[in-house]
């Protein structure tokens, strides 16, 4: 059974920085797309990025330019390192690898 296990969030002032980590177990990591999603209090789980296993990204429109997605298939990590945040970047972030979804790290975006 794979798991997934998000790090890296945390309170972080507008303007700056996070890097997000998802790691997977079990050994289809490599060729399988990775996915970031995102959920914000009092709405919906959204889309953030995804990255394929031969590398190619694709992002939300909002988060273009800001955020960049990245993957180590030696380490069976995919990610998200967020620059110039705001505040309605604030939201528990989710990793996903085709059905399975991890627990979840929370970015707080705040002065």
Same mark, same amino acid.
């Given at each position: 059974q794979?798991?997934?296990?998000e790090s890296g969030g945390g309170l972080v002032q507008p303007g700056g920085?996070?890097?997000?980590?998802c790691t997977a177990s079990g050994s289809i990591f490599s060729?399988?797309?990775?996915?970031?999603?995102?959920q914000a209090?009092?709405?919906?789980?959204?889309?953030?990025?995804?990255i394929?296993? =031969?590398?190619? !990204?694709?992002?939300? /429109?909002?988060? @273009? =330019?800001?955020? !960049?997605i990245s993957? /180590?298939?030696? @380490?069976?990590?995919v990610y998200l390192q967020m620059n110039s945040l705001k505040p309605e970047d604030t939201a528990v972030y989710y990793c996903?690898?085709?059905l399975i979804w991890g627990k979840g790290t929370l970015v707080t975006v705040s002065s």
């Open positions: 794979v798991q997934l296990v920085s996070l890097r997000l980590s060729i399988t797309t990775m996915h970031w999603y995102r209090p009092g709405k919906e789980r959204e889309f953030v990025a995804t394929t296993s =031969g590398g190619a !990204t694709n992002y939300q /429109d909002s988060v @273009k =330019g800001r955020f !960049t993957r /180590d298939n030696a @380490k069976n990590t996903r690898q085709r």
